[in-house]
């Protein structure tokens, strides 16, 4: 017994101490964000490979040079989990990891115990993406009490801005206390795709539902995010119609986002000329980098901007190979 408590106590000294020197680095923790993972693996001097691997998630060697793989066949968030537990095994000091599918169907905060080095890994991968000090951070800039974080679909959206799946979000917010050990399992009983398709409302049916549904508000305003290609952004916004002011999606648009849906609802239904709540949904599409701005005007004059809306969007998955700085590095040598 002692031994997995060591493992899950030295996973998450490792995250909280890497953590701390990064803030103090930096000045500041993210706000609003995921932990970049693959940058940060990037920075420590480690191998990062991207390959198809089959019935693999990843592995961790440690040879001449220490190099982390990683499945392409996944999704981003099983991509970047599977990178912060390699990564675990490198600040850990471990030799070798090898990770299968069974990665996915274990937690070392339960009652279940495994290897110890597999387990430590773990920890250290969930304290890395998924930090309380973030958590709350995010549920502060969101406007999300104790009640509301406790929520199937507030919970999804906090999986979306940290990077990571649904699942793991929920065993680890129970090991930070925020769920109990009963919520967490309840919780886990709600079909994420049901949790999509209430938020697109019918309004829009996606050919591939492994995609994913982002909420956003004017809360999330300049805000960096981490998306894949084909999400969707559900996007409310208060529009001040009744004095003339509409918002403006070219921007959206020229950036390379598709509109696929456009709505209008009453805030006050039983008062004229009340604002009304504009809701747009858009879908990335494609890889790319751009923020996505929009703009409340009056028509017949663009220059008198009432409110704008801007978030950062890096809309991307890893593909075969190398990271660019390491694809660099070998040209150089």
């Avoid at 504009?278 to 751009?290: C, D, E, L, V």
């Amino acid at each position: 017994m002692s031994a997995y408590r060591d493992a899950i106590l030295a996973g998450t000294l490792e995250a909280e101490q890497i953590h701390a020197d990064m803030n103090a680095a930096s000045g500041a923790s993210p706000s609003c964000g995921a932990v970049d993972v693959f940058r940060f693996i990037d920075g420590r001097d480690i191998l990062l490979l991207f390959q198809k691997l089959g019935g693999l998630l990843g592995a961790f060697m440690n040879y001449q040079r220490p190099g982390i793989l990683v499945t392409t066949e996944r999704t981003l968030a099983i991509q970047r989990f599977t990178a912060a537990h390699e990564l675990g095994h490198a600040v850990l000091g471990h030799d070798v990891g090898v990770d299968d599918e069974s990665m996915l169907n274990r937690t070392p905060f339960g009652q279940g115990h495994y290897n110890a080095k597999e387990m430590a890994a773990d920890t250290f991968a969930a304290m890395f993406l998924m930090p309380e000090f973030l958590i709350n951070e995010i549920a502060e800039k969101q406007g999300w009490d104790y009640a509301a974080i406790r929520r199937p679909e507030t919970i999804y959206q906090l999986s979306l801005r940290l990077g990571v799946s649904f699942e793991a979000l929920v065993r680890t917010l129970a090991k930070h206390g925020i769920l109990s050990a009963h919520e967490s399992m309840a919780t886990l009983t709600h079909s994420v795709k049901q949790l999509k398709r209430k938020l697109l409302d019918d309004t829009v049916v996606p050919t591939d539902w492994r995609c994913n549904v982002w909420e956003l508000t004017d809360r999330d305003m300049d805000c960096s995010l981490i998306a894949e290609p084909n999400d969707y952004f559900v996007v409310r916004l208060r529009e001040m119609s009744g004095a003339g002011y509409l918002w403006n999606f070219d921007q959206v648009i020229e950036a390379g986002f598709q509109i696929v849906s456009d709505q209008r609802r009453f805030l006050t239904p039983d008062e004229i000329g009340s604002d009304v709540e504009r809701i747009f949904t858009a879908q990335a599409g494609y890889p790319h980098s751009a923020s996505l701005i929009a703009e409340q005007t009056r028509p017949w004059d663009s220059s008198d901007v009432a409110a704008q809306f801007r978030i950062h969007l890096e809309v991307d998955r890893p593909a075969i190979g190398f990271t660019v700085r390491h694809r660099l590095e070998a040209l150089a040598a």
